[in-house]
């Protein structure tokens, strides 16, 4: 009892904790980041090791980051920043997905989470700093150097050579400390070395998202772009689809019950999303917003729980190619990540609006 207690915080954990991202960025990342890299030694602890770990963590990880990418549409403030975490984030997912479907560990080599810790330095820039301050070949060169420094020898480490942090410092402490103070140490000087050539803060420290712009700030404004500027056949809904799709087809390699191929998975999934999409423009036709997250997440839930039930009824469907439990999973991803996008997308297109009217 006690172990399946535990498994089911840190699942709920991992499930819950990424939606803190949207109102606080850096905490809430790095918090994910630790509970990342710490449940597998939770489960071993309670004498749990989790079959198709792997896929599971993977899983979990695009989740999560997905979620702070999302966060990226509100809050950036940076166009040259967020192109390049778009890239990168978009990079691991199909890298994920490639691995999954193989089982090549080469792969996450080619493909390295990168997207995470840029996602953490435009953070901690942004902690003390205005992101626009920097262009984009900054931006570039800070993503090439946590490409090449961290997160090529993290992942030939990790799932290359299939080492353990844990494991290394559980047979040999000694060496455990001494990496842990030569990594600190390199830190210290680095920063202190950095730190000197930085520009004077433009604001005391804070980790709290930025406020929406006052032209997108209300749900009802948001909408209005929608109805205004929104089209069903857009490159919003086939980013939306490929997001959602692909997440969808990874966590079909951990969730039971899933009996669609990727490819039936993913246009059905996709198929899901367009409706989705639809229907944020016919509530925009009617100027029917809902201001709360929360609530606007559990109306899209209960509307599309609605319409898989109709679309079996009407089409005489029985059983299908997913059993109920994995049906509600998806749906409630759809929902969650659909809704998030729709409410954010608007924020992205004033600032690209704003850039393109600015004076070269």
Not at 155 to 184: F, N, Q, S, Y
Not at 224 to 234: E, K, M, N, R, T
């Amino acid at each position: 009892m006690g172990t399946t207690l535990v498994f089911l915080a840190v699942i709920g954990g991992r499930f819950l904790l990424p939606l803190a991202i949207p109102r606080w960025p850096l905490p809430a990342i790095v918090a994910c980041l630790v509970l990342d890299g710490v449940d597998q030694t939770v489960f071993q602890l309670f004498g749990h090791d989790p079959p198709g770990y792997q896929s599971y963590d993977k899983a979990m990880d695009v989740y999560y980051l997905a979620i702070a990418y999302l966060a990226t549409l509100r809050h950036w403030t940076s166009l040259p920043a967020f192109r390049v975490a778009r890239f990168l984030y978009f990079y691991r997912l199909v890298g994920v997905v490639a691995f999954e479907l193989s089982h090549a560990r080469a792969l996450l080599l080619v493909f390295p989470n990168t997207f995470e810790y840029f996602f953490i330095a435009h953070e901690a820039v942004r902690a003390r700093w205005r992101p626009t301050r920097f262009g984009l070949r900054w931006w570039i060169t800070a993503a090439a150097l946590i490409w090449v420094l961290v997160k090529l020898p993290q992942e030939w480490w990790i799932h290359v050579a299939r080492l353990d942090v844990t494991d290394m410092v559980g047979d040999h402490p000694v060496g455990g400390l001494v990496v842990a103070a030569g990594a600190v140490s390199a830190a210290s000087i680095g920063w202190r070395r950095y730190h000197a050539r930085l520009r004077p803060p433009d604001h005391p420290t804070r980790f709290a998202a930025d406020p929406l712009p006052a032209e997108v700030d209300t749900a009802e404004e948001r909408l209005q772009w929608h109805w205004v500027h929104g089209a069903l056949l857009s490159w919003t809904t086939v980013e939306k689809v490929v997001l959602v799709g692909l997440l969808a087809v990874v966590y079909a390699q951990t969730l039971p019950g899933v009996r669609s191929t990727p490819l039936q998975l993913f246009l059905g999934v996709g198929v899901v999303v367009v409706v989705n999409a639809l229907l944020t423009l016919a509530a925009a036709s009617r100027r029917r917003s809902i201001e709360s997250s929360l609530m606007a997440f559990l109306a899209r839930m209960l509307v599309n729980v609605v319409l898989v039930l109709a679309a079996e009824l009407l089409l005489g469907v029985t059983g299908g190619d997913l059993d109920i439990s994995a049906t509600l999973f998806y749906l409630a991803l759809i929902s969650l990540v659909t809704t998030l996008h729709d409410a954010w997308r608007p924020v992205l297109a004033l600032r690209q609006r704003d850039e393109a009217a600015a004076p070269a």
